[in-house]
């Protein structure tokens, strides 16, 4: 088992590190109240071994566990839901109701994924997603409520980065935890400035004019802070929210300036120019190849999402 990793943080909320492909790339949180608990996002198969243990080391039972919320299907965010729900005997699963029969019966899940990375990859990346009894999945329309002790989660519809995006306002600590629809922030890039926001376009479903819906729809809400699956609790979501429209525009713009030929390198080149640019007037000193190691990944997924965008617009 992977080595429990995780920060407490204020209004019984813990952090959990979910080791995703690095460590400070992917979280989820567990979330408290009067005996009983919730968790929102699951990481992968290989963290359900550290929710159990963080679970036995705050003294709770897996009876206690409420609900389990994944904020989208997307396997960083849902992928050991399945295994994750066969522990916890009392949870509902919650997602939103695009994602529900994806959760029910995740073959397509599997399949989209391994025709991605192979199956080995597949498997040492995600291990094996199993499937959740339909009467345990609990649909959560645009504005659901789910009571959980003496604190209210509001479940709101976010659609921009994936139209079965859900993300949740907790009235306790005022913060939104925000999936992938508040956009990225490594701690990597902090500087005296603060954290630095950057949007995620991956596959398949980016709609930029659905996502700025979605972030004017959460700072109506005024929250005090955002927490981020990747990665962790950032503050002064205002000015964070107004980073991330413009980089949403920004995107758009990169991916349309494009030529048919050579496009996608054209896309990930802009992205990453992009990237450097802005980070070095943020402050941030990494080098251009470390900012590569560090985004990798994501340039690639997003430079794919932008694509798809291309090709239906």
Known sequence: MPSLSYTDLPEQISCIDTLY?????????????AGEAAIIDTGTTHTTPMLMQ????????????????PTHVHLDHAGGAGQLMQLLPEAKLV?????????????????????????EQFTRLYGSLAPVPAERVLEAPDGLALNL???????????????????????QSNGIFSGDTFGLSYREFDTEKGPFIIPTSTPVQFDPVAWHTS???????????IY???????????????????AI??????????????????????????????????GCRHMPEEIEVLLGMDLD???QGLEIWLDRN
């Not at 963080?54 to 919320?69: D, R």
């Not at 604190?151 to 995006?165: E, I, M, Q, S, V």
């Not at 981020?228 to 413009?246: I, M, S, W, Y």
Request: hydrophobic fraction near 40%.
């Open 21 to 33: 492909q690095r460590p400070g790339l992917a979280a989820c949180y567990l979330i408290e109240s």
């Open 54 to 69: 963080l679970l036995a080391n705050k003294g709770l039972e897996p009876s206690q566990v409420s609900y389990v919320i």
């Open 95 to 119: 997602i939103h109701p695009y994602g529900a029969r994806h959760m029910i019966d995740p073959a397509k899940l599997i399949a989209g994924a391994t025709s991605v990375y192979g199956e």
């Open 149 to 171: 002790g003496k604190r209210k989660l509001l479940c709101l519809d976010t659609p921009g980065h994936a139209r079965h995006h859900i993300c949740i306002h907790d009235n």
């Open 215 to 225: 972030l004017e729809r959460i700072m109506a809400l005024q929250p005090a802070a």
């Open 228 to 246: 981020l699956t990747h990665f962790g609790r950032v503050e002064n979501p205002q000015k964070l929210a107004g980073d991330l429209h413009l």
């Open 249 to 282: 525009d920004d995107f758009v713009s990169i991916a349309r300036q494009a030529d048919a030929t050579g496009r996608t390198a054209q896309i990930r080149q802009g992205l990453f120019d992009w990237s450097v640019t802005r980070l070095s007037a943020h």
């Open 301 to 303: 997924l997003n430079t």
